[in-house]
């Protein structure tokens, strides 16, 4: 110390990221452009200078126990300049901060490691004041939390944090309305307002739309209220799943069901020959024949 080798140069790591990675990803994945950024320690840097520098690459920021007292804290100061003047809507940020506040003393705590001046502190002081920066820059919209974990190390703060990060960060993505959609007293109307709903939350987050269920849920749905004798809702279900997924065989094969159980072979055979063409199979093939002899 004082340690003078050449170090740094997250622009060049980010440009990289930018011009050269995301788009060979985008080329030969299937890949969206809603993405995640997550680091640890200097990563955890790193990925809150991604934030700073270059915010409409990710829409989401883990910063896991990150070394912010780098630099003489310069990004504390950054930070402070871009919350200040800068709109950060659908974005967030998960940051958080291991046990060890003090390199050499277990007996710091939360409640008084900001007294202590010393370099032994300056890592977790440093967290502290960043979650601070964050939390009073209401204005900008960002959305952030930040979570302590007291009996976790740096080395070993990476599993939670990502577990933890993650399941906070997509919160928003939880079903909602689920004890409705479970009550057979749900009228069909109620539930395709819940799929609206869901739909356009979906879309608000992501920036693109996406089925507000999988298909499987959709399906399933359809047979329960089939099985119950809720025609109507179990029509609503299949034909949801056709809308969302109209490349699906699956789902005209089970709209098939549908019609075939009300005893309405014409239209049974019609959805089922639509199956056929989509997935060419002997099953759809059969199933064809057994209900044109009906």
């Known amino acids: 110390m004082p340690f003078s080798e050449e170090n740094g140069e997250a622009e060049i790591f980010l440009r990289f990221i930018e011009t050269e990675l995301i788009p060979h990803i985008e080329k030969n994945y299937p890949a969206t452009n809603y993405r995640t950024l997550i680091g640890h320690s200097y990563g955890g840097l790193f990925s809150l200078y991604a934030l700073i520098h270059k915010s409409q690459l990710f829409a989401n920021y883990l910063s896991i126990d990150p ?72 204005q900008s919209d960002l959305t952030f939390y930040w979570q302590f974990y007291p009996n976790d190390l740096h080395g070993t703060i990476p599993l939670p944090s990502i577990k933890d990060g993650l399941l906070e960060t997509f919160k928003w993505f939880q079903m909602e309305n689920t004890s409705k959609i479970n009550n057979a007293e749900t009228s069909k109307d109620e539930l395709l307002k819940i799929m609206a709903f869901r739909e356009a939350k979906l879309k608000k987050h992501f920036g693109y739309a996406v089925p507000p269920y999988p298909e499987f849920l959709l399906n399933m749905s359809g047979y329960m209220n089939l099985e119950m004798q809720q025609l109507d809702k179990s029509k609503m279900y299949f034909e949801q799943a056709l809308k969302y997924y109209p490349e699906s065989a699956n789902a005209y094969d089970s709209m098939a069901d549908y019609f075939e159980a009300i005893q309405n072979y014409p239209s049974a055979i019609k959805f089922v020959t639509k199956a056929y063409e989509l997935s060419g199979s002997d099953y759809h093939k059969n199933r064809l024949e057994t209900l044109n002899k009906k």
Do not use: C
């Open 67 to 138: 070394s912010l007292d780098w630099d003489d804290q310069i990004l504390l100061q950054q930070m402070n300049d871009v919350l200040a003047n800068t709109k950060l809507s659908e974005k967030s940020v998960y940051m958080s901060l291991s046990g060890q506040l003090h390199m050499q003393n277990p007996e710091v705590t939360l409640g008084n490691v900001m007294n202590d001046t010393t370099d032994f502190t300056l890592f977790s002081r440093s967290n502290l004041q960043f979650a601070e920066i964050m939390k009073t820059n209401s």
